[in-house]
């Protein structure tokens, strides 16, 4: 029995969800893969699937299984790849997960760039909703958090951005820029809501004053849960927004929108790159978090430096 090909079979049905499925996934016949799953659960003594006339799902024992099945095949894969790096150079699938967000604004921009560098290493990219990311079940997941962010996963920095204020020019055609933080109370702001944090106030620091922070009270005239939305609503002329700098570059250097209040800025978060291991990272993943960290903060330091007013 090919102990690894019915590990692929098994994790294969279970994420497809049923043996039909994984069968049209694998380019195998439906028996063939009935017949995987039987021998495997054979040889360990135990029903791993439970399966019904609509529906297949895992056992509890097979739920356990499939976490181990999971980082064997991941282990096996890496190891191929770094042993085909020796002959082959940089090449294989590279498995990157991201928050609608950033994968919108940080991933996808550098998509060509990358395969420039590397026309043989092939993006699978998953877009994850949610705070609970995939990590294991990619090479590289990206991840945005405060820069006191602090969990229980493998998790490399590659950029510091920063929040800032900015607004589109229809918006400051009918309302002169702000000139001080104070001023920020007389004009039409947009902001993101956090559980954490009141709606009504914006904390501004100057690189002047360390990390002395002025708080403003401000006049929220629209706030948003969600940053793509949030964008959008300053882009339409509607007030001053507090937007991250890396979502926003484009449209700085654009002159779609422009910055308010330069050098002051609302909050530090750092970018990283979450990694399902420590263990044989391959090439094109070392490769990619280098390329990553690269463009990102060049883009983020020219954002900084471009579309500032007062």
Same mark, same amino acid.
Request: aromatic share 4%; charged share 20%.
């Given at each position: 029995?090919?102990?690894?090909?019915?590990?692929?079979?098994?994790?294969?049905?279970?994420?497809?969800?049923?043996?039909?499925?994984?069968?049209? !996934?694998?380019?195998?016949?439906?028996?063939?893969?009935?017949?995987?799953?039987?021998?495997?659960?054979?040889?360990? =003594?135990?029903?791993?699937?439970?399966?019904?006339?609509?529906?297949?799902?895992?056992?509890? !024992?097979?739920?356990?299984?499939?976490?181990?099945?999971?980082?064997?095949?991941?282990?096996?894969?890496?190891?191929?790849?770094?042993?085909?790096?020796?002959? =082959?150079?940089?090449?294989?699938?590279?498995?990157?997960?991201?928050?609608?967000?950033?994968?919108?604004?940080?991933?996808?921009?550098?998509?060509?760039?990358?395969?420039?560098?590397?026309?043989?290493?092939?993006?699978?990219?998953?877009?994850?909703?949610?705070?609970?990311?995939?990590?294991? %079940?990619?090479?590289?997941?990206?991840?945005? !958090?405060?820069?006191?962010?602090?969990?229980?996963?493998?998790?490399? #920095?590659?950029?510091?951005?920063?929040?800032?204020?900015?607004?589109?020019?229809?918006?400051?055609?009918?309302?002169?820029? #702000?000139?001080?933080?104070?001023?920020?109370?007389?004009?039409?702001?947009?902001?993101?809501?956090?559980? %954490?944090?009141?709606?009504?106030?914006?904390?501004?620091?100057?690189?002047?004053?360390?990390?002395?922070?002025?708080?403003?009270?401000?006049?929220?005239?629209?706030?948003?849960?969600?940053?793509?939305?949030?964008?959008?609503?300053?882009?339409?002329?509607?007030?001053?927004?507090?937007?991250?700098? %890396?979502?926003?570059?484009?449209?700085?250097?654009? &002159?779609?929108?422009?910055?308010?209040?330069?050098?002051?800025?609302?909050?530090?978060?750092?970018?990283?790159?979450?990694?399902?291991?420590?263990?044989?990272?391959?090439?094109?993943?070392? !490769?990619?978090?280098?390329?990553?960290?690269?463009?990102?903060?060049?883009?983020?330091?020219?954002?900084?430096?471009?579309?500032?007013? &007062?």
């Amino acid at each position: 029995m090919d102990r690894l090909m019915t590990m692929r079979v098994f994790q294969t049905v279970a994420d497809e969800g049923g043996f039909a499925a994984a069968a049209r !996934a694998l380019d195998m016949s439906p028996a063939t893969v009935t017949r995987f799953v039987a021998d495997l659960e054979r040889d360990v =003594g135990a029903r791993l699937l439970q399966r019904s006339t609509r529906r297949v799902s895992l056992t509890e !024992a097979g739920m356990a299984y499939l976490v181990r099945v999971r980082l064997i095949l991941a282990d096996v894969g890496e190891a191929r790849a770094m042993a085909q790096e020796y002959t =082959g150079g940089m090449s294989g699938v590279l498995r990157v997960c991201a928050s609608p967000v950033l994968a919108v604004h940080i991933l996808a921009p550098l998509v060509a760039q990358f395969r420039a560098r590397h026309p043989s290493v092939q993006l699978d990219i998953h877009v994850s909703v949610g705070s609970d990311l995939p990590i294991a %079940d990619h090479d590289v997941t990206l991840l945005s !958090a405060p820069s006191d962010y602090d969990a229980n996963v493998i998790a490399r #920095p590659f950029a510091t951005t920063v929040g800032v204020l900015c607004a589109a020019p229809a918006y400051l055609s009918r309302r002169p820029a #702000p000139r001080t933080p104070q001023e920020l109370a007389e004009h039409d702001c947009l902001l993101a809501s956090h559980a %954490d944090m009141r709606a009504s106030v914006v904390h501004l620091s100057h690189p002047a004053q360390g990390e002395h922070l002025t708080e403003v009270a401000v006049r929220p005239v629209c706030v948003v849960n969600h940053a793509d939305t949030l964008m959008g609503v300053a882009l339409g002329g509607a007030g001053i927004g507090v937007l991250s700098v %890396d979502l926003v570059a484009e449209h700085l250097r654009a &002159g779609r929108l422009v910055r308010v209040l330069a050098p002051w800025t609302c909050g530090h978060y750092t970018l990283y790159a979450a990694l399902p291991s420590r263990k044989f990272m391959p090439a094109r993943t070392r !490769a990619f978090l280098d390329f990553l960290a690269e463009r990102t903060r060049a883009r983020i330091c020219e954002a900084l430096g471009v579309g500032a007013q &007062g």
